[in-house]
């Protein structure tokens, strides 16, 4: 199971509990929830890049998910991006956030 169906399985269990919900996604994404489309595509062609590449469209992606939501009526930002989100974050003081990460509880991960 990806991230995508844990964020649209939550998205529709809440929305199904009468909760407005958001989901900041590509434009492929099926939930219940009102969807922001960032970008157009997927970015599965992103992933076999270079670091660089991924991480330049990740951020694009994040980034412009939390302006779509700075100034706006959210309660709540629940983030299932990679450390980017965390940066993200660090800048929309206003809305609490809640950041769901993936993977291994390793030395490299477990600081975040």
Same mark, same amino acid.
């Given at each position: 199971?990806?991230?995508?169906?844990?964020?649209?399985?939550?998205?529709?269990?809440?929305?199904?509990?009468?909760?407005?919900?958001?989901?900041?996604?590509?434009?492929?994404?099926?939930?219940?929830?009102?969807?922001?489309?960032?970008?157009?595509?997927?970015?599965?062609?992103?992933?076999?890049?270079?670091?660089?590449?991924?991480?330049?469209?990740?951020?694009? *992606? @994040? #980034?412009?998910?939390?302006?779509?939501?700075?100034? =706006?009526? %959210?309660?709540?930002?629940?983030?299932?991006?990679?450390?980017?989100?965390?940066?993200?974050?660090?800048?929309?003081?206003?809305?609490?956030?809640? *950041? @769901? #990460?993936?993977?291994?509880?390793?030395?490299?991960? =477990?600081? %975040?």
């Amino acid at each position: 199971m990806g991230i995508e169906v844990v964020v649209s399985l939550l998205a529709d269990g809440l929305v199904s509990k009468g909760h407005e919900v958001t989901v900041c996604t590509v434009s492929n994404s099926t939930t219940k929830a009102n969807i922001y489309k960032v970008f157009d595509q997927e970015m599965k062609g992103y992933l076999d890049k270079p670091p660089s590449n991924f991480l330049n469209a990740a951020l694009s *992606h @994040t #980034l412009a998910s939390y302006l779509e939501v700075a100034g =706006k009526d %959210f309660d709540l930002i629940h983030d299932h991006t990679w450390k980017e989100g965390l940066c993200c974050a660090a800048f929309l003081k206003e809305v609490p956030v809640v *950041h @769901t #990460l993936y993977g291994p509880f390793d030395e490299e991960n =477990k600081a %975040f």
